[in-house]
């Protein structure tokens, strides 16, 4: 049966929400299929108190102290060693008293039976005596008030305080120190039930040693403690109760998932194939971006050699050049293929080794990416490379009229007759021309401080005398010869340009069309020897994924269970 929540959206109902929710998760599989019994559930019955403590600490006692019960039951309480084998629960002010197994009397059943106890109680009654716990027991004490979440629901009660040589400070002082960091948040009642108790039957005794004995025991002490934890009432202390029980439950069924025998070694051998063909596959990865990126680059030099190499004059990559650039663009194909074979006949060796014939051979690789062309076709002269190279022809043919109006730009524009210095000052030649004085240039292309513009006003001077510029700059410098060499250069740099462009997207496409055909032809294979080993890991990896989604699951309600644990406490 379902579990349901609180209708009155009481504390409880984020509880058994998520109780409800862990069910189902705990449902699912047959390892935590029986801790569903143990989640939570909506119960508005008493509030249950347990006493939890060692064998003879004196828990019966207590509970026949604070029941006030008559002396022949008494006896039938406390009789018997050890005294409580299963936890029993006593009525006492509208709550339930658990009297729980003893903790450390050597009986295992005794202390299971203790920590059923613990984990079905609304609030804890540690007891302990004035011989002060040990390390043992000290351990179990704060792990009930840590782990168990039992700090702000429980108390102390040290019994058997008037035994002789009993210092009540000294004792109180150091189960303190024992407490730790909860000593200030636990209640610490000191007590003697049998003092109470013998107070209550003894017939030796007068009305004034019954009162002393009564008044020095603790018990009225302790049951006023008792009613101060349980004020809240069911509604204000039972959903903590709750929500710590939930996690328990989870830590549980996060333990029914620790794999053993058959189970995990199906998991492992499922781990370590995964392992195996994860280091195959890595292996073939990194061989093939390591070999297309070398390939990608072996395309940009050889374009880039092919773009050096072309002619100033016709534009033309010379035969030699391009033909040493085929052979690269294709030794490098060649490479790749052989390198890329390589690494994957390594990763099946490898594979070999660990898993002997069945693992199946790697298809033969097939390169269908072609090489580039070593000497793509010359693009036709732009339409304004051509019209600027027939206007200077027509001026030529035209004579020194036009050759006048050439000069005349150039004097008129100082762009213009800085380009003429600019082609001047590459050769020797027009480097006297410019600088008889030599005050402006230093060397080929080069110019002293403000000599460019010297030269460039020098040159316009030249240009805007037209008999000077026929007479004696026209034999130098040839205006056609300037104009087409400075378009026939531009093109040609443009076309290197493009050349070195064309090759480095060709690298680009080619390096990652065969990743993409190499990672391809690798995803083949690799599925091929996941299902040639299955029945080596099938069973582990169906294990191994249940367990993953399973414990993913439980994660996620432990986290939730923690935030309303948060809250509760808050």
């Known amino acids: 049966m379902g579990l349901r929540t609180t209708t009155d959206g009481g504390p409880s109902a984020g509880v058994l929400a998520l109780s409800a929710r862990a069910e189902e998760v705990l449902k699912a599989h047959s390892r935590t299929r029986d801790l569903t019994a143990a989640l939570p ?23 026949a102290a604070l029941l006030r019960l008559p002396a022949a039951e008494v006896e039938k309480l406390v009789d018997a060693a050890p005294k409580t084998r299963e936890e029993t629960p006593y009525p006492w002010n509208g709550v339930t008293l658990v009297d729980l197994p003893g903790t450390l009397s050597g009986d295992d059943t005794h202390f299971a039976a ?21 390390e043992a027991e000290t351990e179990a004490i704060l792990q009930a008030l840590e782990a168990d979440g039992f700090a702000d629901r429980s108390m102390v009660v040290v019994n058997k305080m008037n035994a002789e040589n009993s210092d009540r400070d000294v004792i109180l002082d150091e189960v303190r120190k024992r407490l730790g960091p909860f000593a200030d948040r636990v209640p610490i009642v000191p007590t003697d039930a049998r003092d109470f108790l013998d107070a209550a039957h003894d017939p030796g005794l007068t009305d004034e040693e019954r009162a002393l004995l009564a008044s020095g025991s603790g018990i009225d002490a302790l049951a006023a403690e008792l009613r101060r934890i349980v004020a809240p009432g069911v509604r204000g202390v039972r959903p903590r109760a709750q929500a710590y029980e939930l996690l ?19 998991v492992r051998a499922a781990e370590k194939s995964e392992a195996s063909l994860s280091r195959a596959k890595e292996g073939v ?29 016709n534009g033309a990559v010379p035969t030699d050049i391009a033909t040493a650039a085929t052979t690269e663009l294709s030794d490098s194909h060649t490479d790749f293929d052989i390198n890329f074979s390589s690494s994957t006949r390594a990763a099946f060796d490898a594979l070999t080794v660990e898993y002997g014939d069945v693992v199946p051979e790697p298809e033969e690789w097939v390169n269908v990416v072609n090489p580039p062309e070593a000497n793509p076709a010359v693009p036709a002269r732009s339409p304004l490379e051509e019209a600027v190279k027939k ?10 009229g036009k050759l006048s109006e050439w000069l005349r730009k150039i004097a008129e524009d100082k762009e213009q007759a800085a380009a003429v210095v600019d082609w001047l ?44 510029a026929a007479t004696v700059m026209g034999p130098a410098l040839d205006t056609v010869s300037v104009i087409q060499d400075h378009s026939e250069r531009t093109a040609v740099d443009q076309r290197r340009k493009e050349l070195r462009d064309h090759f480095g997207n060709v690298a680009l496409q080619q390096r990652d069309s065969l990743v993409a055909a190499g990672e391809q032809h690798l995803r083949e294979w690799i599925a091929e020897v996941e299902h040639a080993l299955g029945d080596l890991t099938r069973p582990g990896a169906r294990i191994g994924a249940a367990r993953q989604a399973a414990l993913k699951e439980i994660g996620s309600l432990r986290e939730a269970a923690k935030k309303i644990v948060e809250q509760a406490t808050g």
């Open 114 to 134: 203790a920590r059923r106890g613990v984990r079905g109680a609304d609030a804890l009654v540690i007891v302990t005596t004035s011989e002060l716990p040990g």
């Open 425 to 468: 000052n590459k050769n020797r030649v027009g480097q006297k021309l410019l600088d008889s004085g030599g005050k402006i240039t230093d060397g080929v292309n080069k110019f002293k401080p403000w000599g460019k513009v010297k030269a460039t006003e020098k040159v316009s001077g030249w240009a805007g005398k037209a008999r000077w």
């Open 285 to 313: 990865l990194k061989a093939l971006e390591r070999e297309s990126d070398a390939l990608a680059a072996r395309i940009r030099r050889a374009g880039g050699r092919i773009a050096d190499s072309i002619s100033e004059k």
């Open 248 to 266: 328990r439950v989870l830590a549980d069924a996060e333990e029914a998932w620790n794999l053993h025998g058959e189970d995990l070694d199906a």
């Open 41 to 63: 559930r909506t119960d508005t019955g008493p509030l249950r108190i347990a006493l939890l403590g060692p064998y003879s600490a004196g828990k019966s006692t207590l509970i």
């Open 391 to 400: 206007a200077a022809e027509k001026a030529a043919k035209q004579g020194a």
